[in-house]
């Protein structure tokens, strides 16, 4: 999440935002890092569905959001590639 609205004052990295709101730029349960892996297909892959976004989330305790479970279940029911990482 971050905020937009109008530029009231820039200095260097210094932004004051006039009518500040919020905005969401990705659903509910995205998680934190996002990028790709690669690959390699096949000759027995050909004709098969494959995903090779992956989303990585980031937890101290190791557990999830119900948010973050949903939307984890439907990446890997499309194909997708998710991982948890706990400290």
Do not use: N
């Not at 998680?31 to 494959?50: A, L, Y």
């Amino acid at each position: 999440m971050g905020y937009a609205g109008t530029v009231a004052k820039k200095t260097g990295d210094v932004m004051i935002l006039k009518d500040p709101y919020p905005f969401h730029a990705a659903p509910p349960g995205w998680h934190d890092v996002c990028g790709w892996e690669s690959v390699e297909i096949t000759p027995e892959m050909v004709g098969q569905k494959v995903a090779i976004f992956k989303f990585v989330e980031v937890k101290l305790t190791g557990k999830m959001s119900p948010k973050q479970l949903k939307f984890k279940e439907i990446l890997e029911r499309m194909g997708g590639l998710t991982e948890l990482i706990t400290e």
